[in-house]
């Protein structure tokens, strides 16, 4: 049985950037799923495994949050006027228009 080293890198968790975390899962789970492991070394696999799992889980709602705030900065912006003031939108649609 060949031990392969599929600890992170020296980073932690916390530290890491979501692709290098997620790599890092993949190969945990990999070495979990089709190598004899020892107990002890899957249990200390498992436990990085949840820090880069939460790590991973934490920066995808940091960039959800980001986008939605982005989102929402769009259409705030579209539905007022350069003043600042809201743009009327019922009153335009009383007006009879040539053009």
Do not use: W
């Not at 890491?16 to 004899?36: C, T």
């Not at 899957?42 to 934490?58: F, M």
Request: glycine share 4%.
């Amino acid at each position: 049985m060949a031990k392969r080293s599929n600890q992170p890198s020296q980073s932690e968790p916390s530290e890491i950037p979501f692709e290098e975390a997620l790599g890092q899962l993949e190969s945990i789970i990999e070495a979990m799923e089709h190598e004899s492991l020892p107990l002890e070394q899957l249990v200390s696999q498992y436990e990085t495994g949840s820090k880069l799992l939460a790590r991973c889980e934490s920066l995808l709602q940091s960039a959800r949050d980001r986008v939605e705030l982005i989102t929402l900065r769009g259409s705030s912006s579209s539905e007022t006027s350069p003043t600042g003031q809201t743009a009327p939108e019922d009153t335009e649609s009383d007006d009879i228009r040539l053009f």
